[in-house]
């Protein structure tokens, strides 16, 4: 067995979009994006820009046109718009939880979408509350938010490239150095978050092992894995739960869905992070081994190699290690705890339908492998 380091869509409304032909408006990030058309101006969603947004946050007060394109056309994704005001090239993103993918579907339990939707935005106002708001690293701002219109989301719109470009550039051209800066940039960054001051409690073993539990269930349902795989995972998480690894650790504040496209750089050099609607009291471990379940699969995915991602992977936590100060005990228990949660999230990327069904399999396969204790 090789050495793992870490073992050290719809829119909101019933109105047509009005065609024209010409491309999106500059400024879209380096993401499949496909152009929609021009809001109609009798969408409910229309006013709510121009005045709530635009007027009264923003000072905006000219006859307002918005070009709107979907972001992340490449992937099964009715619910994050970029809206681009022609005259004064205010650029917006409507994030509508309505929409969002939940419970294998887009749409119901419309009193938990909107939960969440107000969720993120006080999360994302509390995180620029406390510093977040200005220098290298920021957190994207939150403008407004409409239950009535399909729980949707508007956010400040971030120029840039996000990790996944320097990854492709990385797996495809061989020029790794941009992506071992901005995974530093993004260790610093999670190290200065779970430095926040939060009371001080002991980790669980429930969640992080009850996760794993139901992605295993998921998994067996969809015929990805077998009955002995299935088990396989049960008998793991047993001893997981006896070793009691998973609860040696203090909670920290954490973003708790760590991406590549998370992370937005610009040409300037800061670092804007999106989507907080899942930031928690958590183990740390548990960030760091989502970004390396996510290096492994995207490197797997473009270079057709397992291991392919472990230098990257090795960069993030030496990196991370060096920021927070971590001795050498505490850098085998961050690791040991990355561990599991870099095979949770890679057996959670086994459970998306659009993934070849062999590729999804190998994943998780990976997954079985690492969680060896």
Avoid at 105 to 127: I, K, S, V
Avoid at 197 to 208: F, G, H, Y
Avoid at 289 to 315: N, S, T, V
């Amino acid at each position: 067995m090789r050495h793992y380091y870490s073992r050290v869509g719809r829119h909101q409304g019933n109105w047509e979009f009005q065609r024209i032909d010409h491309a999106a408006r500059s400024g879209i990030r380096e993401m499949a994006t496909e152009y929609l058309g021009i809001l109609h101006r009798q969408d409910p969603l229309f006013d709510f820009l121009a005045r709530e947004i635009l007027e009264k946050r923003l000072g905006v007060t000219r006859q307002t046109v918005f070009d709107v394109s979907r972001l992340d056309a490449d992937i099964p994704n009715w619910s994050i718009f970029h809206y681009v005001e022609r005259r004064t090239s205010v650029q917006l993103v409507g994030k509508f939880f309505g929409n969002k993918w939940l419970h294998n579907g887009h749409d119901g339990d419309l009193r938990y979408r909107a939960m969440l939707m107000r969720r993120e935005f006080d999360n994302l106002q509390r995180l620029r509350d406390i510093g977040f708001d200005a220098g290298r690293h920021q957190v994207v701002r939150p403008l407004g938010m409409s239950e009535a219109i399909n729980c949707v989301l508007i956010e400040a719109f971030v120029s840039g490239c996000d990790l996944r470009v320097a990854i492709s550039k990385a797996c495809r051209q061989g020029k790794g150095d941009t992506l071992r800066a901005q995974l530093t940039e993004v260790a610093r960054f999670l190290a200065v978050l779970h430095g926040q001051a939060t009371p001080s409690k002991p980790l669980s073993q429930d969640v992080p092992l009850g996760c794993l539990d139901e992605i295993s269930q998921h998994l067996l349902e969809q015929r990805v894995v077998s009955a002995d795989q299935h088990w396989s995972f049960k008998r793991l998480c047993e001893r997981w739960a006896q070793s009691g690894l998973l609860g040696m650790g203090q909670k920290v504040l954490t973003h708790g869905d760590v991406g590549p496209a998370h992370f937005m750089f610009n040409w300037q050099g800061v670092m804007t992070v999106l989507d907080f609607e899942s930031l928690t009291e958590g183990d740390p471990a548990a960030d760091l081994g989502q970004m390396a379940a996510a290096l492994k699969h995207r490197f797997f995915w473009h270079c057709g190699d397992i291991w392919a991602g472990e230098p990257y992977i090795q960069h993030l936590y030496r990196h991370y290690a060096r920021f927070v100060g971590a001795d050498a005990d505490q850098f085998v228990a961050l690791t040991t705890r990355g561990r599991f949660h870099m095979a949770s999230q890679l057996a959670s990327i086994g459970q998306n339908r659009w993934l070849n069904p062999e590729y999804r399999r190998r994943l998780i396969a990976d997954a079985e492998e690492i969680l060896e204790i």
